[in-house]
């Protein structure tokens, strides 16, 4: 069954992902895997220099993520670009994490903008870690050590709380304990065991 994770920044979403694998769930991590595909050696940091030019290496030969980030969030057309040798590379990585999977088994793809980039329908169920705007800001001011008005702005350019909740066939709440947290992350699997495959 193929699960699609979403949650905004600081929600608990990695947290939720960390409680599906103890629980026994094959999690797909589409960030590790964007960095994966860029590691020295591969053909995807090749296609990324190519494209880019080699002022976005480091000097140790791995990727500098700030000088391609510069170039990317200041362009959007370059950022499209980035996209197009990434995605591709990400989803045959995740591909074959899920052919791996054995039969039965809950293969969570964890994706921070699921919602932004349209991938709900790709999934059996999209299950959605959900705490009010204060907490994230609460979270991200007190836990990260962000600016009131950094922590807005990083909210304000991922989908809304509504916007996830709509697409949401599972809600998680995490704004009570880490108890209250994996008890309602172990309710939620067996509901994904118990319903009916598409």
């Known amino acids: 069954m193929r699960i699609g994770l979403t949650g905004g920044v600081a929600s608990g979403k990695s947290t939720v992902a960390a409680v599906l694998r103890e629980l026994g769930a094959v999690v797909v991590d589409s960030d590790l895997l964007a960095r994966q595909v860029v590691e020295p050696g591969t053909p995807g940091l090749a296609a990324v220099v190519e494209e880019f030019g080699p002022s976005v290496l480091a000097d140790d030969g791995a990727l500098d993520r700030a000088a391609l980030g510069a170039i990317v969030f200041a362009d959007p057309d370059r950022r499209v670009a980035l996209e197009g040798i990434l995605h591709p590379l990400i989803r045959a990585a995740a591909a074959e994490l899920e052919a791996a999977a054995g039969p039965g088994t809950l293969v969570v793809h964890d994706i921070p903008l699921l919602v932004e980039t349209g991938q709900q329908g790709r999934f059996d169920a999209v299950v959605v870690v959900d705490v009010p705007v204060e907490v994230q800001v609460a979270r991200m001011t007190g836990d990260r050590g962000w600016t009131e008005a950094d922590a807005r702005a990083r909210i304000a350019a991922q989908a809304t709380r509504e916007e996830r909740l709509a697409v949401a066939t599972h ?19 067996d509901e994904l065991r118990r319903a009916p495959r598409p």
């Open 171 to 189: 809600v998680i709440d995490n704004t009570g304990t880490r108890d209250d947290l994996h008890q309602r992350v172990v309710e939620v699997i």
